[in-house]
Nanobody, 123 residues
């Protein structure tokens, strides 16, 4: 069983930056593909990007070039660095994980979820 705890959300002006962190419990963190999702009230939870245990990453087009995903397997933590934030990035951000090697975009594949952290970008 893995528990995920996000931190780092908050209120920031457009053009600003935030770094989200997701700390995982357990001893096999490197075997997990870790994903980041975001959700706006009334909308589907949206895939943002993911990183494999070996460090391969994928980011969706709306955030590519502005967001970066990284992980520190020694610290059981995955990060989402968000730069040049836009008001449309406002959402609750969730980290999620599953045991595997491939990056997948379908949230159903991810068996472990954090509680979410609010990111609000003001214009």
């Amino acid at each position: 069983q893995v528990q995920l705890v996000e931190s780092g959300g908050g209120l920031v002006q457009a053009g600003g930056s935030l770094r989200l962190a997701c700390a995982a419990s357990g001893r096999t963190f490197s075997s997990y593909v870790m994903g980041w999702f975001r959700q706006v009230p009334g909308m589907e939870r949206e895939f943002v990007g993911a990183i494999t245990g070996s460090g391969n990453t994928y980011l969706t087009d709306p955030v590519k070039g502005r967001f970066t995903i990284s992980r520190d397997n020694a610290k059981n933590t995955v990060y989402l660095q968000m730069n040049n934030l836009k008001p449309e990035d406002t959402a609750v951000y969730y980290c999620a994980g599953y045991v595997g090697f491939l990056i997948v975009v379908d949230r159903v594949q991810y068996g472990y979820w954090g509680q979410g952290t609010q990111v609000t970008v003001s214009s």
